[in-house]
């Protein structure tokens, strides 16, 4: 019975990806590929600056977490369409 617990609370524990955000400013996206990879596009003045990191480190993966997690309150969970949409250069990589 035990076994069936856990197996049943490590599978809610496991993330989905791809998920993607955004700054509620709308100046910063993010691509969250997987837990140790994220593409960021962010936004200055007309054009797009892409930036591909990865969360190998503790500093990276605290500040990824705190990404998804909406630690500080300025970042919002949005659909796959949203992010494309608003971010036409990701449709060209």
């Known amino acids: 019975m035990h076994k069936i617990w856990f197996l049943f609370h490590l599978c809610q524990m496991v993330e989905k990806f791809p998920r993607f955000f955004k700054t509620l400013a709308g100046t910063n996206f993010y691509h969250v590929q997987s837990a140790l990879s994220v593409v960021e596009y962010q936004r200055i003045g007309l054009q797009w600056l892409r930036q591909d990191w990865s969360a190998g480190a503790l500093p ?3 500040y990824l977490h705190d990404l998804m997690e ?3 309150g300025n970042i919002v969970e949005i659909s796959v369409d949203e992010f494309f949409a608003s971010v036409s250069v990701a ?3």
């Open 60 to 62: 990276e993966r605290w």
């Open 70 to 72: 909406n630690t500080h």
């Open 91 to 93: 449709n060209k990589n």
